[in-house]
């Protein structure tokens, strides 16, 4: 079992940055793989980005070059660094976790999930 609470989240101009934090509870997370989605008002669920246990990254092709996803595996942390961010990006935004290496961009193959935090973009 895993528990995930997101924070980092608010209100930032276009341009700006923001940097999202997701905590995890249990003694296995090394061994999960993590990723961030989000979701806009009307709008299903999307993968962001996501790292593996080992280490390894994936990002959604809306994201890349602007943020950047990574872990502390001693803090039971990962985050998501969110650069030039666009109002576009505006979202509540969700961490979770599954038990197998890879990264997998389908929502429906995470068995844990935060609450998810806020994040808006104002132009």
């Given at each position: 079992?895993?528990?995930?609470?997101?924070?980092g989240?608010?209100?930032v101009q276009?341009?700006?940055?923001?940097?999202?934090s997701c905590?995890?509870s249990?003694?296995t997370?090394s061994?999960?793989?993590i990723?961030?989605f989000?979701?806009a008002?009307g709008?299903?669920?999307e993968?962001v980005?996501?790292?593996?246990?080992?280490?390894g990254?994936?990002?959604?092709?809306s994201v890349?070059?602007?943020?950047?996803?990574s872990r502390?595996?001693?803090?039971?942390t990962?985050?998501?660094q969110?650069?030039?961010?666009?109002?576009?990006?505006t979202a509540?935004?969700y961490c979770?976790?599954?038990p197998?290496?890879?990264?997998?961009t389908?929502?429906?193959?995470?068995?844990?999930?935060?609450?998810?935090?806020?994040?808006?973009?104002s132009?």
């Open positions: 079992q895993v528990q995930l609470v997101e924070s989240g608010g209100l276009a341009g700006g940055s923001l940097r999202l905590a995890a249990g003694r997370f061994s999960y793989t990723a961030w989000r979701q008002p709008k299903e669920r993968f980005a996501g790292t593996s246990w080992t280490g990254t994936n990002y959604a092709d890349k070059g602007r943020f950047t996803i502390d595996n001693a803090k039971n990962v985050y998501l969110m650069n030039i961010l666009k109002p576009d990006d509540i935004y979770a976790a599954r197998q290496l890879l990264v997998n389908n929502r429906r193959e995470y068995n844990y999930w935060g609450q998810g935090t806020q994040v808006t973009v132009s």
